[in-house]
């Protein structure tokens, strides 16, 4: 069965997570941390993508990530192929470094950034390491300290949103907290499946927008069926004239409407009677649309 896609816009923010396979330590030597990084400081070259936080453990990473190119997959791809080639050659070995798809969590707003922000950093602390807060191989010091923050690590946004002007006490203050119970709540309940992709951002009424968004969204085996689905929010939910609808598709009026009308019946009817029922809530529309096409 092919894998849904990775939900991805542009500016879209990111918390991906990813753990060795068979529990193997991949980071306990240095050098390997040293090889990570030097890749993510490639991979926000060559893909143009933001780091804002990170936390390297021994055998799991963190990164918040911002992708003004709606790139997510090709940046994370590009630096776990090349970790595990480096890492095979080193180890003498052939095997897969990492557990399969990474995790990626989809961030909505300033409120989850900060919160994202600190539980990345506070996994040290979790982890009972006696390092703490000030482990080593996390962003936490980075924020504190600028001259030894790495190039490829933006901390303005952050910094500003947390402590406003930068006031390191407010930054420390703010990490003195303890996760959130929402927080922790969100993680618990996303941490059984192998894929999460939540907190989905007010979408475009658009057309465009919102057949980018279902693009994303689906699998290639229900390209049909996320066609009419489009055709049918832009026509029935959005009011957009059939021939708009066919000069975003390319395609001739009478085909569009020949979608609408051929498809109309195939379509599951509790998905048709949530799409009618849910005029004014476009990124509930998409989030339905989503799990039906998953």
């Known amino acids: 069965m092919a894998r849904a896609r990775r939900l991805e816009y542009e500016n879209a923010w990111h918390h991906v997570m990813n753990r060795a396979a068979g529990k193997k330590f ?3 030597d240095e050098n390997n941390k040293y090889i990570f990084f030097e890749l993510i400081a490639e991979a926000c070259k060559k893909h143009e993508i933001e780091i804002h936080a990170y936390c390297l453990m021994d055998n799991h990473y ?15 791809h590009y630096i776990q192929f090349r970790f595990s ?3 095979n050659e080193i180890i003498q070995s052939d095997g897969p470094i990492f557990r399969s798809r990474y995790k990626s969590i989809l961030i909505k707003n300033d ?26 191989w996390s962003s936490y010091r980075n924020y504190l ?22 006031d390191k006490l407010s930054f420390i203050e703010f990490h003195k907290q303890n996760n959130s119970s929402e927080i922790n709540s969100f993680y618990e309940k996303n941490n059984s ?3 999460v992709e939540l907190e989905y951002q007010s979408i475009s009424t658009d057309p465009k927008a919102l057949f980018d968004t279902l693009s994303n ?7 049909k069926l996320s066609r009419f689905i489009f055709c049918y929010l832009a026509r029935n939910i959005y009011n957009h004239k059939v021939t708009e609808i066919s000069n975003y598709l390319s395609e001739d009026s009478n085909n569009i409407s020949a979608v609408l009308s051929r498809n109309k019946s195939k379509v599951n009817s509790d998905l048709f009677l949530k799409l009618q029922n849910l005029k004014e809530k476009p990124q509930d529309l998409i989030e339905v649309a989503y799990k039906y096409l998953r």
Not at 66 to 71: F, G, I, Q, S
Not at 118 to 135: D, F, Q
Not at 146 to 166: A, G, H, R, V
Not at 217 to 223: C, R, Y
Request: glycine share 2%.
């Open 26 to 28: 991949v980071f306990s």
């Open 62 to 76: 963190h990164l918040l990530i911002r992708t003004p190119k709606a790139n997510l997959s090709k940046a994370i």
């Open 85 to 87: 080639k480096i890492y």
């Open 111 to 136: 409120v989850y950034l900060t919160q994202v922000c600190r539980y990345i950093h506070l996994n040290p602390v979790e982890a009972k390491l006696t390092s703490g807060i000030e482990y080593k």
């Open 145 to 166: 300290d600028l001259f030894k923050k790495p190039y490829w690590l933006n901390t303005e946004l952050l910094t500003e949103m947390i402590s406003n002007s930068f």
């Open 193 to 195: 499946k192998k894929f």
């Open 217 to 223: 969204a689906i699998k290639n085996k229900k390209s």
